[in-house]
C-alpha cells in the first residue's frame, strides 16, 4: 500500500507548486480554442476562430510589428553597448571602475514605474515629444544590464592568454577582437541578444509610460482591449506570446550548447 | 651603446618594473645571444615571468630599456616585434582548427595563401602531428597542443621565441619528451629562445646560458656547469641542488689549496678558484650529492682529501637514491644524498664520509655580506 513518508510530502508540494505556476497559462492556452464568447469551462467546442480574427486585427499586427522591431532594435543597441563596456571592466582598471559598472546594472534593481515616469520627465525636461527613439532608449535602458552581466560573466572566462598569444603572433588590437575576442564571446553575445529581445517584447509596466498611439506594443494593446472588454481574441493573443517568449530562450540555451559543445 | 652588437639578440639595461609598491624587477641587466637558449630561473615570484612579459611587451618596463636585434623597442608593441610566444596553457584558439592555428601569424606576414599551406604543413611535419591539421585544439592532449603551440610559433620565423614554463602543465613523463623535443627543434633551427622554469633540472639540461634571479635581482648568470658547480652567493647554491652551508675562516693556502677551519674546528681542503686571503671570514658549500659515504668498517684507505666519521641520525629513501643525515664527530650535521649501491646503510650504522677538496666551494662569510 502507499505509505505517507515525508518524501511523498514534498513530492506532492512540488507538484502542487508547479499546477499552482502553470495553470493559469494552460488554461488561457485551452480557452483560446473555445467558441464562445466569453470562454469559461466547460468548453463548449474546438476551433482557430480566434486566431484567424487575430490575424486580421490591423492593430494587433501593428502592435506585433513595432513590438517586433522595438525588440530587435533593443537587443542590437545594448549588445553593441554591452561588449565594449564588459571588455573594459573585465580587460582595464581604471578609477571608479567599480562604481560604473555598479551603476550600469541600477536599472535592475530601481523599480519599472520609477524608470517609465523619470525617462517621461527627463523627454519633458529637454522638450522633447514622446516618440519611437524615446521608447527604443528607454527599452535599451531596461535591456543593457542583463546584457551586460551575460557578457562579462563570459569575457571573465575567456582566459586573456588568448588574446595575448594572438598579440604576440602580430594580430593588431583589431584583429585580436575579430579573430579571438569576439568569436570567444559570441555564444554570450547571441544569449544576450535574445534575453535582450524577450525582456523587450514582454515589458508593459514601462512601457505604458512611454508607448506613443502609432507604436504601441503587444502587451500594452492587450492592456487596452482589456480595458473595454474580455474577448477570446485576448486568450489566442496570450497563447501566441507565450510561444514567443518561450521558445526565444530556449533557442538562445540550444545556441549555448551546440557552440559550447564544439569549443573550450 | 653595447646594442650595436651584431650578435646580441637581445639586451636589457637597468630593467626595472613596480607592481604599485611592489618592485617586481630590479635594475636587470641581460644579453641574450643569437641562437642561444638563455633560461631565466628562480622560485615563483622572483620576477622571471614579468622579466620575459616587458620582452614580450605585455608589459612595460617603469625603467629600463629593452633592445631586440639593436632596435630599442619600449615604445613598440607586442604585435610589431616579431616574437613567438609560447604559454604554460597552450593558449592555442579554441575555436580555429591547428590548421588555422598554426597559420595565424603567417596571415599578418603578407605570405600567400600557398605559401601559407606550405609553411603550416613543414611546422606541423617538424613538430611530428603532420596529419591534425582539420582537428580542433580541444581534440589533442596536453602534449599534442604544447607541440602545436610550438609549431605556431616558430612557424613565423621569429627574432625571439619566449617560452613561459612551457612544460608545467605536462604530466612528468610527457615533460622530458616534450623537453628534449624542445631542445631538439631549437638547435635545428638556431631559433634565439629564452625559457621561463622554476625547474632546476629543465635549466640545467638545456641552457647555453642561465640566469639565476630571487627577488627581482640577478643572482649569477653563465653555463649551467658554472652556476651548479661554482656559485657565487648562498642563493644560487641552496636553489640549484641541497647543500650544506657551514661558517668558517681561511686559515692558509697550501699547494694551492685553501684549509678551512670551521667554527667547529672541523678543517677542510678546498680548491674553490676565487682569490681568498688568510683570515677571510667565509662559508664552507658542500653539495650533499658530493659526500661519498661507507660503513666504517668498508671505508677505502685512501681518502679524496676530506674525511671524517660519524653516526647516521636519519636517512629517506627516495628510489634511486638514498638522503641521509649524519652527525660527525666533533659535533657537524651534514646532509648527505647517496646513490644506493647494493643495500642503503641504517639508522645508527658508524659510517665515514669522504668528499673532495674540488666540491667544497666558498662563499664570503655572512657578515661580510650586506644584508640583503
Given at each position: 500500500?502507499?505509505?505517507?513518508?515525508?518524501?511523498?510530502?514534498?513530492?506532492?508540494?512540488?507538484?502542487?507548486?508547479?499546477?499552482?505556476?502553470?495553470?493559469?497559462?494552460?488554461?488561457?492556452?485551452?480557452?483560446?480554442?473555445?467558441?464562445?464568447?466569453?470562454?469559461?469551462?466547460?468548453?463548449?467546442?474546438?476551433?482557430?476562430?480566434?486566431?484567424?480574427?487575430?490575424?486580421?486585427?490591423?492593430?494587433?499586427?501593428?502592435?506585433?510589428?513595432?513590438?517586433?522591431?522595438?525588440?530587435?532594435?533593443?537587443?542590437?543597441?545594448?549588445?553593441?553597448?554591452?561588449?565594449?563596456?564588459?571588455?573594459?571592466?573585465?580587460?582595464?582598471?581604471?578609477?571608479?571602475?567599480?562604481?560604473?559598472?555598479?551603476?550600469?546594472?541600477?536599472?535592475?534593481?530601481?523599480?519599472?514605474?520609477?524608470?517609465?515616469?523619470?525617462?517621461?520627465?527627463?523627454?519633458?525636461?529637454?522638450?522633447?515629444?514622446?516618440?519611437?527613439?524615446?521608447?527604443?532608449?528607454?527599452?535599451?535602458?531596461?535591456?543593457?544590464?542583463?546584457?551586460?552581466?551575460?557578457?562579462?560573466?563570459?569575457?571573465?572566462s575567456i582566459q586573456e592568454v588568448y588574446e595575448e598569444a594572438a598579440k604576440s603572433l602580430g594580430a593588431g588590437p583589431f584583429h585580436t577582437f575579430r579573430e579571438v575576442t569576439f568569436p570567444l564571446l559570441l555564444p554570450?553575445?547571441?544569449?544576450?541578444?535574445?534575453?535582450?529581445?524577450?525582456?523587450?517584447?514582454?515589458?508593459?509596466?514601462?512601457?505604458?509610460?512611454?508607448?506613443?498611439?502609432?507604436?504601441?506594443?503587444?502587451?500594452?494593446?492587450?492592456?487596452?482591449?482589456?480595458?473595454?472588454?474580455?474577448?477570446?481574441?485576448?486568450?489566442?493573443?496570450?497563447?501566441?506570446?507565450?510561444?514567443?517568449?518561450?521558445?526565444?530562450?530556449?533557442?538562445?540555451?540550444?545556441?549555448?550548447?551546440?557552440f559550447g559543445k564544439k569549443r573550450i | 651603446?653595447?646594442?650595436?652588437?651584431?650578435?646580441?639578440?637581445?639586451?636589457?639595461?637597468?630593467?626595472?618594473?613596480?607592481?604599485?609598491?611592489?618592485?617586481?624587477?630590479?635594475?636587470?641587466?641581460?644579453?641574450?645571444?643569437?641562437?642561444?637558449?638563455?633560461?631565466?630561473?628562480?622560485?615563483?615570484?622572483?620576477?622571471?615571468?614579468?622579466?620575459?612579459?616587458?620582452?614580450a611587451g605585455l608589459?612595460?618596463?617603469?625603467?629600463?630599456?629593452?633592445?631586440?636585434?639593436?632596435?630599442?623597442?619600449?615604445?613598440?608593441?607586442i604585435h610589431r616585434r616579431n616574437l613567438g610566444m609560447i604559454f604554460q596553457n597552450y593558449a592555442l584558439f579554441p575555436h580555429k582548427s591547428i590548421f588555422d592555428n598554426v597559420a595565424f601569424g603567417l596571415k599578418y606576414r603578407n605570405v600567400s595563401k600557398t605559401d601559407i599551406k606550405e609553411k603550416v604543413r613543414k611546422a606541423l611535419e617538424m613538430v611530428r602531428l603532420p596529419d591534425v591539421g582539420d582537428r580542433y585544439p580541444s581534440q589533442l592532449s596536453g602534449g599534442q597542443q604544447q607541440r602545436i603551440a610550438l609549431a605556431r610559433a616558430i612557424v613565423i620565423e621569429p627574432d625571439v621565441l619566449l617560452m613561459d614554463e612551457p612544460l608545467s602543465a605536462l604530466?612528468?613523463?610527457l615533460?622530458?619528451?616534450m623537453?628534449?623535443e624542445i631542445?631538439?627543434l631549437q638547435?635545428?633551427l638556431?631559433v634565439?629562445t629564452?625559457?621561463?622554469?622554476?625547474?632546476?633540472?629543465?635549466?640545467?639540461?638545456?641552457?647555453?646560458?642561465?640566469?639565476?634571479?630571487?627577488?627581482?635581482?640577478?643572482?649569477?648568470?653563465?653555463?649551467?656547469?658554472?652556476?651548479?658547480?661554482?656559485?657565487?652567493?648562498?642563493?644560487?647554491?641552496?636553489?640549484?641542488?641541497?647543500?650544506?652551508?657551514?661558517?668558517?675562516?681561511?686559515?692558509?693556502?697550501?699547494?694551492?689549496?685553501?684549509?678551512?677551519?670551521?667554527?667547529?674546528?672541523?678543517?677542510?681542503?678546498?680548491?674553490?678558484?676565487?682569490?681568498?686571503?688568510?683570515?677571510?671570514?667565509?662559508?664552507?658549500?658542500?653539495?650533499?650529492?658530493?659526500?661519498?659515504?661507507?660503513?666504517?668498517?668498508?671505508?677505502?684507505?685512501?681518502?679524496?682529501?676530506?674525511?671524517?666519521?660519524?653516526?647516521?641520525?636519519?636517512?629517506?629513501?627516495?628510489?634511486?637514491?638514498?638522503?641521509?643525515?649524519?652527525?660527525?664527530?666533533?659535533?657537524?650535521?651534514?646532509?648527505?644524498?647517496?646513490?644506493?649501491?647494493?643495500?642503503?646503510?641504517?639508522?645508527?650504522?658508524?659510517?665515514?664520509?669522504?668528499?673532495?677538496?674540488?666540491?667544497?666551494?666558498?662563499?664570503?662569510?655572512?657578515?661580510?655580506?650586506?644584508?640583503?
Amino acid at each position: 500500500m502507499f505509505r505517507i513518508t515525508g518524501w511523498s510530502l514534498i513530492r506532492l508540494f512540488t507538484i502542487m507548486i508547479y499546477v499552482f505556476m502553470f495553470l493559469p497559462i494552460v488554461v488561457v492556452i485551452i480557452l483560446s480554442f473555445d467558441t464562445q464568447q466569453f470562454a469559461s469551462f466547460p468548453m463548449r467546442g474546438f476551433t482557430f476562430k480566434w486566431y484567424v480574427e487575430l490575424s486580421q486585427n490591423e492593430s494587433i499586427i501593428r502592435a506585433f510589428k513595432s513590438s517586433i522591431m522595438l525588440g530587435v532594435l533593443a537587443a542590437l543597441l545594448s549588445t553593441s553597448i554591452a561588449i565594449p563596456a564588459a571588455m573594459a571592466f573585465v580587460r582595464y582598471s581604471f578609477r571608479w571602475k567599480n562604481s560604473l559598472n555598479t551603476l550600469l546594472l541600477a536599472p535592475i534593481m530601481v523599480p519599472e514605474v520609477v524608470l517609465g515616469v523619470s525617462l517621461l520627465l527627463f523627454m519633458r525636461f529637454l522638450q522633447q515629444p514622446k516618440s519611437f527613439a524615446m521608447l527604443l532608449l528607454g527599452h535599451v535602458m531596461l535591456t543593457l544590464p542583463y546584457v551586460l552581466l551575460i557578457v562579462q560573466a563570459r569575457m571573465v572566462s575567456i582566459q586573456e592568454v588568448y588574446e595575448e598569444a594572438a598579440k604576440s603572433l602580430g594580430a593588431g588590437p583589431f584583429h585580436t577582437f575579430r579573430e579571438v575576442t569576439f568569436p570567444l564571446l559570441l555564444p554570450a553575445i547571441l544569449a544576450g541578444m535574445l534575453f535582450a529581445f524577450t525582456i523587450s517584447f514582454d515589458n508593459i509596466t514601462a512601457t505604458l509610460f512611454w508607448a506613443t498611439a502609432e507604436h504601441q506594443t503587444v502587451p500594452v494593446r492587450i492592456f487596452g482591449m482589456l480595458r473595454h472588454s474580455i474577448s477570446p481574441e485576448i486568450n489566442a493573443l496570450g497563447t501566441v506570446m507565450i510561444f514567443f517568449t518561450i521558445m526565444i530562450p530556449l533557442f538562445a540555451a540550444f545556441l549555448i550548447r551546440y557552440f559550447g559543445k564544439k569549443r573550450i | 651603446m653595447e646594442s650595436s652588437q651584431k650578435n646580441m639578440v637581445v639586451q636589457l639595461r637597468g630593467i626595472v618594473k613596480n607592481f604599485g609598491k611592489l618592485e617586481a624587477v630590479k635594475k636587470i641587466d641581460l644579453d641574450v645571444e643569437q641562437g642561444s637558449l638563455v633560461t631565466l630561473l628562480g622560485p615563483s615570484g622572483c620576477g622571471k615571468t614579468t622579466i620575459l612579459r616587458m620582452i614580450a611587451g605585455l608589459e612595460h618596463p617603469t625603467a629600463g630599456d629593452i633592445y631586440i636585434k639593436g632596435r630599442l623597442v619600449n615604445d613598440i608593441p607586442i604585435h610589431r616585434r616579431n616574437l613567438g610566444m609560447i604559454f604554460q596553457n597552450y593558449a592555442l584558439f579554441p575555436h580555429k582548427s591547428i590548421f588555422d592555428n598554426v597559420a595565424f601569424g603567417l596571415k599578418y606576414r603578407n605570405v600567400s595563401k600557398t605559401d601559407i599551406k606550405e609553411k603550416v604543413r613543414k611546422a606541423l611535419e617538424m613538430v611530428r602531428l603532420p596529419d591534425v591539421g582539420d582537428r580542433y585544439p580541444s581534440q589533442l592532449s596536453g602534449g599534442q597542443q604544447q607541440r602545436i603551440a610550438l609549431a605556431r610559433a616558430i612557424v613565423i620565423e621569429p627574432d625571439v621565441l619566449l617560452m613561459d614554463e612551457p612544460l608545467s602543465a605536462l604530466d612528468e613523463n610527457l615533460r622530458e619528451d616534450m623537453r628534449r623535443e624542445i631542445d631538439n627543434l631549437q638547435q635545428m633551427l638556431g631559433v634565439t629562445t629564452i625559457f621561463v622554469t622554476h625547474d632546476q633540472r629543465e635549466a640545467l639540461s638545456m641552457s647555453d646560458k642561465i640566469v639565476v634571479l630571487n627577488d627581482g635581482v640577478l643572482q649569477q648568470e653563465g653555463p649551467p656547469e658554472d652556476v651548479y658547480n661554482i656559485p657565487t652567493n648562498r642563493f644560487v647554491a641552496d636553489f640549484l641542488g641541497s647543500s650544506n652551508f657551514y661558517p668558517g675562516r681561511v686559515m692558509a693556502k697550501e699547494n694551492g689549496l685553501y684549509r678551512i677551519r670551521l667554527e667547529t674546528g672541523h678543517e677542510f681542503l678546498s680548491n674553490h678558484p676565487f682569490n681568498w686571503n688568510q683570515g677571510d671570514k667565509i662559508e664552507l658549500v658542500i653539495r650533499a650529492q658530493k659526500f661519498y659515504v661507507y660503513a666504517e668498517n668498508n671505508a677505502p684507505d685512501e681518502t679524496l682529501g676530506n674525511s671524517f666519521k660519524g653516526v647516521i641520525k636519519d636517512r629517506s629513501y627516495m628510489g634511486g637514491e638514498v638522503s641521509y643525515f649524519i652527525d660527525l664527530e666533533g659535533g657537524l650535521s651534514i646532509h648527505v644524498i647517496s646513490i644506493v649501491n647494493i643495500r642503503a646503510l641504517k639508522i645508527g650504522d658508524r659510517v665515514a664520509v669522504d668528499v673532495s677538496p674540488r666540491h667544497c666551494g666558498l662563499l664570503p662569510g655572512q657578515h661580510s655580506i650586506a644584508a640583503s
